[in-house]
């Protein structure tokens, strides 16, 4: 397995209150990996982990074989790209501006673009569909299209890396797929990508392997067909839901309400 990412029995505690206990897995080249749970079961924190934007109070994360922690920030962000949730520009940027701004770890402060970081500018406006709106204010766009531009700012990192915090969050139905369909397009380009996402039929849908998270311990971790399980909705979300397959084939998880137990804690 050609390995981007490892992490090994990492905790994290805010103030003393454990949020991560003993998380564990490998992510390879080519998956795409859905991060799911309750809220405030620790997905948010895992992810700044693996950024390396929090450090662990135990336990190590690897990229490409080297320490996470040991690793300078401009080399983490060569390594890793992030699409936090609710992303948006406070200044009246246009998209081409915003896009460039993937290209920082590479430029340093001072440093003016080259032929290399204007065609990894081009191609990720290309593979996003934001060439076209290329000279308009990100302020003025929809959410849709904002959030595709930045995920071309994303993609233009270049980074064998993608993580993602609920992408499709205050996405309508439409625009959800549709950028989780660039998303896909990028993994099979060759990167890996970890996203957070709360919709289980869309995780099911688009993911190759799910990692569960309950109370900052992994549930369950692999193919959706072996993790969504009626128990493991009960256990986990606290629901009881019908698991099956649509008229194309795929899962489908049709929550009916609430387990008629309460998980255990």
């Known amino acids: 397995m050609n390995t981007v990412l490892s992490a090994r029995n990492l905790h994290f505690a805010y103030n003393g209150r454990p949020v991560l206990a003993g998380i564990s897995f490998d992510l390879a080249v080519g998956e795409f990996l859905g991060l799911v749970g309750p809220n405030g079961a620790g997905k948010s924190t895992l992810l700044r982990l693996l950024l390396g ?54 430029l ?17 406006m290309e593979q996003t569909e934001t060439a076209a709106m ?62 957070a996402l709360h919709d289980l039929n869309l995780a099911a849908r688009v993911c190759d392997r799910i990692l569960v998270l309950k109370d900052g311990a992994v549930a369950a971790l692999g193919p959706p067909a072996q993790v969504l399980t009626t128990a493991l909705l009960a256990s986990v979300f606290g629901v009881k839901a ?5 008229e194309e084939g795929h899962l489908l998880v049709s929550v009916l309400g609430p387990a008629l137990e309460a998980p255990p804690s």
Not at 108 to 124: C, L, V
Not at 154 to 182: G, I, K, S
Not at 242 to 246: F, H, K, P
């Open 53 to 106: 934007i929090l450090k662990p109070g135990g336990g190590e994360a690897r990229l490409r074989d080297e320490p996470l922690g040991a690793l300078p920030r401009a080399e983490v962000a060569r390594r890793t790209a992030f699409l936090p949730q609710g992303a948006h520009a406070d200044f009246a940027f246009t998209v081409r501006e915003v896009v460039a701004m993937g290209r920082t770890p590479y």
């Open 108 to 124: 340093g402060r001072f440093r003016p673009e080259g032929p290399e970081d204007r065609e990894a500018i081009r191609r990720a």
């Open 134 to 195: 290329a000279d308009r204010l990100v302020t003025e766009l929809s959410g849709g299209e904002r959030q595709r531009v930045f995920l071309a700012r994303a993609f233009a990192q270049t980074t064998p890396l993608l993580l993602l915090d609920e992408p499709n969050a205050n996405l309508d139905l439409l625009h959800a797929f549709q950028l989780v369909d660039l998303v896909q397009g990028h993994v099979r380009r060759g990167a890996a990508v970890i996203a």
């Open 242 to 246: 019908r698991v099956g397959r649509d």
